[in-house]
């Protein structure tokens, strides 16, 4: 080895420690959410790039998320400082690994998301971060087809199939998408859309007789559904590669298809049924683990998370929109101005029926999840009898219910107890 | 050292190794199969062998190993023996086909996914030829055959080679002298095959086979890859249980029916293929 290969060795060396220190010293920000690079990116560097102290985000999927937070609380001594994650996320978790927030001093302007947030407890397990909800897009494209006396605004269901059916004609394709891939978000559809439209419930009224129309009405919509749905998972694909012009998803899982090309698609709130029109929100929070190593630091972060310029720095990174008072500014990105008229609208309509997220599940939620997509695959895939199918989950369903206690959320009516299975 | 104790010694490190990251997480994957929480239980088999999907998964897994093996004997087999066959040129030929080997088991769904994809190779070539008008969506739970088909296809392209590195290693070992002899009394090349080759070849054979048919049992990426949820194997539902559902128990009994199957095959292939005592070359 030469001299120069020495120090050069040294040097290098000496600088990989100092990067290791440096790391060492940053609040880990360990998430479920802003996953796709651009958006960590963007988190990095817009988010967290004033938070006054070095945050190292790193986000993964929710399977990897809790391995590593377990194998952490396991052991009793961590490195995550901060968690970011679905209220589904947290829901998983046992509440004693969550540390008390209640005093800090900051939460939503929603005491419906600060009653989620306390998982069942008397505490703030996790501050409301941001929020998002489902919405419809199409293509401009597909405006023409709209049946007669629509109005894209107020659709029923029953003129979304009927449109989807115009466009399939008039195009020889089906051309409505659904995200009913292995990532895709199908299950929420049912749960905070399809079953709270026709049913005017989710679990109570699962095996009802509406229940069995609604499946009946969601095959008929099927019928015009891009069979290649079953590999769909985030939209904005499919409405920018032009496979599908009528499309259901996340507000944050269309945002490409309305920045890349904002003149070329419409958003538009979900349809509604016999009873109202359902819709759902989605609840992202911060939390912090008992291991957290610098407990200080991790509190000053989740504070800066909940600031307002912070709030509306996430909503450009991620298209998740604030849960504090905050006036938005004008210029923001097409897709949050498309999909934030589009929520407003669901919300203002007179037949509103806003649902909650599933509470009280525990680690339950992928089960809850599994009975709707089992449902799905068996009545809509492999068209089995609805009646049959239905009567079939139901008794998972009970199980899950019986097994969490966890009482009904809106839109089923409150029960004492355990939400029952009717 | 004397030369009873090097052996042991010698093999101390693998078998500390192997203790250590196999048996110490099998004995703990045991425990949560047969456990819930507090009590010995069988409820964790109960669970998965009830749910709907369970049938279909173990019958796609061994349909899928059933399809797949045969085919990539007969092909591993055919492959040797030309490469055995032949002079100049055989490293390069061995070397070209053992390249799947080197490509993760995703990344080789992934490349069959681009070819069978709505906009892969096979629909813009069958577009271009004009056999067909549009691009057809193969992929689709509408044609399940053709998924079974892309998923076998991508096995047989990317595991065959496994075979055959073991097959041709095994070739050479065989004596020249046997084939000589058998020339001498005017035995066809197939003949010589049959009553030569494959006896022979008895012990690689069994090894390849063992450790192939275990692979087929696990087989996870490329079914995720080309077919999604439309094709439920075993593993798969193993991961979902996990990741999915945050229920290690019943992953973990899963994994253990998928491991009791692997065992069962393994001793049969061992019995079948079973070389006698002082026979091997």
Same mark, same amino acid.
């Given at each position: 080895m030469t001299l120069f290969s020495k120090i050069a060795g040294v040097a290098s060396g000496v600088a990989l420690s100092c990067t290791a220190m440096a790391a060492q010293a940053d609040v880990l920000f360990w998430s479920t959410q802003a996953k796709p690079v651009e958006e960590s990116q963007a988190m990095r560097e817009q988010v967290l790039a004033g938070a006054g102290q070095g945050v190292d985000y790193q986000p993964n999927?929710?399977?990897?998320?809790?391995?590593r937070l377990n194998a952490e609380l396991q052991s009793g001594?961590?490195?995550?400082?901060?968690?970011?994650?679905?209220?589904?996320?947290?829901?998983?978790?046992?509440?004693?690994?969550?540390?008390?927030?209640?005093?800090?001093?900051?939460?939503s302007a929603s005491e419906t998301f600060n009653t989620l947030a306390m998982l069942g407890t008397d505490k703030m397990l996790y501050i409301p971060w941001m929020q998002a909800s489902y919405i419809m897009a199409a293509?401009?494209?597909?405006?023409?087809?709209?049946?007669?006396?629509?109005?894209?605004?107020?659709l029923t269901y029953d003129q979304l199939i009927e449109w989807a059916a115009n466009v399939h004609e008039a195009t020889g394709e089906p051309k409505f998408g659904f995200p009913a891939g292995?990532?895709?978000?199908?299950?929420?559809?049912?749960?905070?859309?399809?079953?709270?439209?026709?049913?005017?419930?989710?679990v109570r009224t699962f095996a009802s007789d509406d229940a069995v129309v609604a499946w009946e009405k969601f095959r008929e919509l099927w019928e015009h559904t891009n069979p290649a749905s079953t590999n769909f998972s985030f939209m904005q694909e499919q409405l920018l590669s032009g496979d599908a012009w009528i499309v259901f998803d996340h507000t944050s899982r269309l945002a490409q298809a309305f920045n890349d090309r904002p003149d070329d698609f419409v958003a538009f709130p979900a349809p509604a049924g016999p009873a109202g029109r359902g819709f759902m929100p989605v609840l992202a929070g911060v939390a912090i683990p008992r291991t957290a190593p610098d407990m200080e630091a991790a509190k000053a972060l989740v504070k800066y998370m909940l600031a307002p310029e912070t709030q509306i720095a996430t909503l450009r990174a991620t298209n998740f929109f604030p849960v504090v008072d905050v006036a938005l500014p004008d210029d923001l990105p097409p897709s949050v101005q498309a999909a934030g008229a589009a929520v407003a609208k669901m919300s203002a309509s007179p037949d509103a029926n806003p649902g909650l997220l599933p509470a009280g599940l525990g680690d339950k939620g992928g089960e809850f999840n599994r009975v709707f997509v089992d449902a799905f695959e068996r009545i809509v895939l492999a068209r089995q009898d609805i009646r049959a199918v239905l009567d079939d989950e139901k008794g998972k369903l009970a199980a899950i219910m019986e097994e969490t206690g966890a009482p009904c959320w809106a839109p089923d009516a409150p029960s004492e107890g355990a939400c029952p299975v009717e | 050292m004397s030369a009873r104790v090097l052996p042991y010694v010698l093999i101390l490190p693998v078998t500390l190794f192997l203790c250590l990251f196999f048996l110490y997480p099998f004995i703990l994957v045991s425990q949560q199969a047969f456990s819930n929480g507090s009590e010995l239980t069988l409820d964790n088999f109960r669970e998965v062998t009830s749910h709907w999907k369970f049938p279909i998964s173990m019958k796609n897994t061994l349909l899928l190993a059933a399809v797949v093996v045969p085919i990539?004997?007969?092909?591993?087999?055919?492959?040797? $023996?030309?490469?055995? *066959?032949?002079? *100049?040129?055989?490293?390069?030929?061995?070397?070209?086909w053992t390249i799947p080997l080197g490509i993760s088991d995703l990344a080789a769904g992934i490349i069959w996914l681009a070819i069978f994809d709505q906009s892969g190779f096979l629909n813009s070539m069958m577009h271009g030829l004009g056999v067909i008008d549009k691009p057809l969506n193969l992929l689709s739970y509408q044609h399940p055959g053709v998924v079974f088909l892309a998923i076998a296809l991508a096995e047989i392209w990317r595991a065959t080679a496994i075979m055959l590195v073991i097959l041709v290693a095994g070739i050479g070992l065989i004596p020249k002298e046997y084939?000589?002899?058998?020339?001498?009394?005017?035995?066809?090349?197939? *003949?010589?095959?049959?009553?030569? $080759?494959?006896?022979?070849?008895?012990?690689?054979?069994?090894?390849?086979?063992?450790?192939?048919?275990?692979?087929?049992?696990?087989?996870?990426?490329?079914?995720?890859?080309?077919?999604? $949820?439309?094709?439920?194997?075993?593993?798969?539902? $193993?991961?979902?249980?996990?990741?999915?559902l945050l229920n290690s128990r019943a992953a973990a009994a899963m994994a253990l029916i998928i491991l009791g199957i692997s065992i069962g095959f393994t001793l049969i292939i061992l019995r079948v293929l079973r070389v006698p005592k002082g026979a091997s070359i």
């Open positions: 999927d929710a399977g990897p998320w809790l391995t001594s961590g490195t995550i400082g901060v968690l970011g994650g679905l209220h589904g996320d947290f829901a998983a978790m046992s509440p004693d690994d969550l540390v008390d927030l209640s005093d800090l001093g900051v939460s293509n401009k494209e597909a405006l023409p087809y709209l049946p007669e006396g629509a109005d894209i605004d107020a292995p990532k895709g978000l199908k299950h929420r559809f049912f749960q905070g859309y399809l079953y709270p439209s026709y049913t005017n419930g989710v | 990539q004997v007969a092909l591993a087999l055919l492959m040797a $023996t030309m490469v055995s *066959k032949m002079g *100049k040129g055989r490293d390069l030929v061995l070397y070209i084939y000589e002899a058998a020339e001498v009394f005017g035995a066809s090349p197939w *003949k010589r095959f049959l009553r030569i $080759t494959l006896p022979l070849l008895r012990p690689s054979l069994q090894t390849a086979l063992v450790l192939r048919v275990i692979l087929a049992f696990e087989i996870f990426a490329v079914v995720a890859a080309l077919g999604g $949820t439309l094709f439920p194997v075993l593993m798969g539902e $193993t991961y979902a249980y996990q990741f999915d």
